[in-house]
């Protein structure tokens, strides 16, 4: 998720902890810090721009890792303030806040390597857009009243907060899994053999969502809201670049981009270059993740390091097509 929401969901898990037991202000803000620390690998630099998209949310992001790190940011925190006593509740609350972390992101598309060093898988259950306000601003407002009122009730309001935005992030679950009979069902009936689905909400919103269908030589994009008449999908055929995949899908930064976005990309060429875009970000015909890995025939050597160039759609064209078509009505984004 976005850093404005991990701040708060740190911040709201610290005070939910901590209580009256110190300042709402300290928890809150140690809170925000403990959220923040973990996207703080968004600074390393692995030394090309595919690493650096799959090394995100890797180490930092490690259910392990924040475990362990949790006593020594505990330990700290309470040393600064001359709370010994509440070294426990200090190491709970900010355990808590590092943990949740990458818990909710796993809940986007991106990709969370929680098992590490065990395991780089990257868990994404797709269910939430990384950026929602139906998420977040619960979260905020209830810091925001924990922090202005001096009883009980700012932390009731704070508990609020977190209540209504874990219930938002079930409703997220059953949503995609209702998309997700909807897209199978209008596949089958179409005669379509899909050997890949991925749904997941459109941008800031859990009413639309995006599909992609996956075939051997093919991606199919459609969308499909939860207040649609109809269930049956118009869906858009493009092509995967099946030949280009026969040629380099050994490339090791063909691999781990399909490693990492199970299956859910495609090769392209254009210009005498080669193109590899991750299909789970974005939507036709802008993609955020879409590398340059330069002239195919120096793909062998390596000799060209891959550079990201996200396609940006035109907003005054997206945005009302989003906002339409998320209550149901069917317009052209093409």
């Not at 939910?16 to 300290?26: D, E, H």
């Not at 808590?96 to 598309?109: E, G, K, N, S």
């Not at 055929?237 to 040629?247: Q, V």
């Amino acid at each position: 998720m976005d850093s404005l929401t991990q701040i708060a969901l740190g911040s709201a898990v610290t005070v939910a902890v901590m209580g009256r037991r110190t300042a709402v202000w300290k928890a809150a803000l140690w809170g925000a810090v403990a959220g923040t620390l973990p996207d703080l690998d968004a600074f390393i630099d692995h030394g090309n721009a595919i690493l650096n998209m799959t090394r995100h949310r890797a180490e930092s992001h490690s259910l392990l890792y924040v475990t362990l790190a949790a006593p020594l940011l505990a330990w700290g925190v309470s040393r600064l303030h001359g709370e010994p006593a509440l070294l426990r509740r200090w190491w709970l609350a900010l355990w808590l806040a590092l943990f949740t972390h990458p818990l909710l992101d796993a809940m986007t598309v991106y990709g969370t390597q929680l098992l590490q060093p065990f395991s780089d898988h990257p868990y994404a259950v797709g269910s939430i857009f990384i950026i929602d306000p139906l998420y977040t601003v619960p979260l905020i407002v209830g810091v925001a009243l924990a922090l202005r009122l001096k009883s009980q009730r700012g932390l009731r309001w704070n508990a609020a907060g977190l209540l209504l935005s874990t219930l938002y992030l079930g409703w997220s679950v059953g949503a995609q899994q209702q998309a997700t009979q909807v897209a199978r069902a209008s596949l089958e009936a179409q005669g379509i053999a899909a050997n890949g689905l991925l749904v997941t909400p459109a941008p800031f919103n859990t009413l639309l969502w995006r599909l992609v269908a996956t075939t051997p030589t093919q991606y199919l994009e459609g969308h499909y809201s939860l207040l649609d008449d109809s269930p049956r999908i118009r869906w858009s055929a493009h092509d995967r670049g099946a030949a280009l995949m026969d040629r380099h899908g050994h490339e090791p930064s063909v691999a781990r981009i399909a490693a990492f976005s199970h299956g859910f990309y495609r090769l392209s060429e254009s210009g005498g270059r080669l193109f590899v875009t991750d299909l789970r970000m974005g939507q036709e015909p802008a993609y955020t993740f879409h590398f340059n890995l330069g002239p195919p025939a120096a793909l062998a050597g390596q000799a060209l390091a891959p550079m990201l160039q996200s396609q940006r759609p035109d907003l005054a064209t997206a945005l009302p097509w989003l906002w339409r078509r998320m209550w149901g009505q069917a317009p052209s984004l093409h």
